[in-house]
């Protein structure tokens, strides 16, 4: 039999079970099925942890290059208004939204209002800013709980007429 480089070999198009690969062991040359190479299951086992099509669990870092960065995918967002004053309560049942106030002139005295949103858990963390508006605001995140959480807002020294938008995202947290 002639030596031909692998590399010179004619390219496989489909691999069937009982093909052979060769392989070096140990410093000795052995074939090993497709079969064989397939159902070895420490081949197999991810090294990430546990992945369902729902989830992922890692005991590592998730990390992201590139551009796309660590996010939402469509349709996890949405938007809501106020409808009555800037102290009047919204829902929002999503992990990461808008907020659109009442318009009205912006003020220093700080106001809360109610996002009620059934994604909360009470040991979340709630990140908030200002999307929009002319005004500057100061804006805090408190009484985080299971359901729902309050922004408390005020202007540091705007007094215009505005409806602006505050953006929030849920990230999911555990006390233990």
């Known amino acids: 039999m002639a030596t031909i480089a692998i590399t010179s070999l004619p390219v496989a198009t489909a691999a069937a079970t009982s093909d052979v690969l060769p392989i070096v062991q140990s410093g000795t040359t052995k074939q090993l099925t497709n079969a064989l190479l397939f159902t070895n299951s420490t081949l197999i086992t991810p090294a990430i942890g546990v992945a369902t099509g729902t989830s992922l669990t890692a005991t590592g870092a998730i990390v992201s290059t590139g551009t796309a960065g660590v996010g939402y995918a469509t349709g996890a967002g949405g938007t809501v208004s106020q409808t009555t004053s800037r102290t009047t309560g919204v829902t929002l049942s999503k992990t990461t939204g808008a907020i659109t106030l009442f318009s009205a002139a912006g003020t220093t005295v700080a106001a809360t209002f109610t996002v009620t949103n059934s994604t909360v858990a009470a040991t979340d963390v709630i990140i908030l800013n200002q999307k929009s508006g002319t005004d500057l605001y100061d804006l805090m995140v408190t009484a985080v ?21 505050f953006s929030f995202a849920v990230i999911k947290a555990v006390a233990a």
């Open 145 to 165: 709980a299971a359901g729902s959480f309050n922004i408390t807002f005020r202007t540091t020294g705007g007094t215009t007429t505005e409806t602006p938008v």
